[in-house]
C-alpha cells in the first residue's frame, strides 16, 4: 500500500516551453501533497505542500509562477515548469500523505529528472 | 525552526562491516524522527521512524535507529553491511506545522568488497 507514482520519470525540453510533471496516489487519497527539488548529490528541498482543493503553499524563494501547482483530486497533484530554463534542471520528487498517516509521514515517489536544454 | 544535520558527507565500509550513520537535529521538544534511502535516480523509501516509546527502533533490511535525547541524535546502525546497501542516506526531522519534513544534507555510503 501507499504507492506514489509519478510521470514521467524522465524529460527533456527546451527552453522557453512548460513542461507538467504529474504525481499520483495509487492506493489512497491524498490530502497533502508535497513537491520537493533536489539537485545532484545535495538534499531535497521543499518547493511546496499542496492540499486537495486548496491553492499550494510555497516554500520563500520559490516562485510561485514559474513553478505552478494543481492539487485537484484527491489521486492527483501536477507540477508545471512555465518557459523552463537550463538551471531549472533538476530531480522533482512529490510525496503525499492522507488522513491515516502518522505524524510527518509522507510517501515519496520514484522522481522525475528534467532536463532543459 | 527545527534543523537536521549528518556529519559525514561520505562513508566507505567493507561489506560485511558494521555501520553507523550520525544524525543530529535541533529541536525544542522531542521530534519526529525519519530515516530514509535513496539508491540513484530514484525517489525515497522509509527504513525506520520514531514517535515516541521504545529509543531502540527496528526498520527494514536489517537497520536500526537509536533515539538519545540527551545528545540530540539519532543514529542508524546496521550490523553487517551488503554490497546492495550502497546509496545515499538521510535523515529527516518532522515538527512544527504543516506536516513538512525537513531533511539533512544526507550521507553517500559505498561499500567495498
Known amino acids: 500500500g501507499a504507492v506514489v507514482s509519478q510521470h514521467p520519470s524522465w524529460v527533456i525540453c527546451k527552453s522557453g516551453t512548460s513542461v507538467k510533471i504529474e504525481c499520483r496516489s495509487l492506493d489512497f487519497q491524498a490530502t497533502t501533497m508535497f513537491w520537493y527539488r533536489q539537485f545532484p548529490k545535495q538534499s531535497l528541498m521543499l518547493m511546496a505542500t499542496s492540499n486537495e482543493g486548496s491553492k499550494a503553499t510555497y516554500e520563500q524563494g520559490v516562485e510561485k509562477d514559474k513553478f505552478l501547482i494543481n492539487h485537484a483530486s484527491l489521486t492527483l497533484s501536477t507540477l508545471t515548469v512555465t518557459s523552463a530554463h537550463p538551471e531549472d534542471s533538476s530531480f522533482y520528487i512529490c510525496s503525499a500523505r492522507d488522513w491515516a498517516s502518522g505524524p510527518y509521514e509522507q510517501y515519496f515517489g520514484p522522481g522525475t529528472r528534467l532536463t532543459v536544454t | ?113
Open chain 2, 1 to 113: 525552526a527545527q534543523s537536521v544535520t549528518q556529519p559525514d558527507i561520505h562513508i566507505t565500509v567493507s561489506e560485511g562491516a558494521s555501520l553507523e550513520l550520525r544524525c543530529n537535529y535541533s529541536y525544542g521538544a522531542t521530534p519526529y524522527l525519519f530515516w530514509y534511502v535513496q539508491s540513484p535516480g530514484q525517489g525515497l523509501q522509509l527504513l525506520l521512524k520514531y514517535f515516541s516509546g521504545d529509543t531502540l527502533v527496528q526498520g527494514i533490511k536489517g537497520f536500526e535507529a537509536e533515539f538519545k535525547r540527551s545528545q540530540s541524535s539519532f543514529n542508524l546502525r546496521k550490523p553487517s553491511v551488503h554490497w546492495s546497501d550502497a546509496a545515499e542516506y538521510f535523515c529527516a526531522v518532522g515538527a512544527g506545522t504543516a506536516s513538512k519534513l525537513t531533511f539533512g544534507t544526507g550521507t553517500r555510503l559505498q561499500v567495498t568488497l
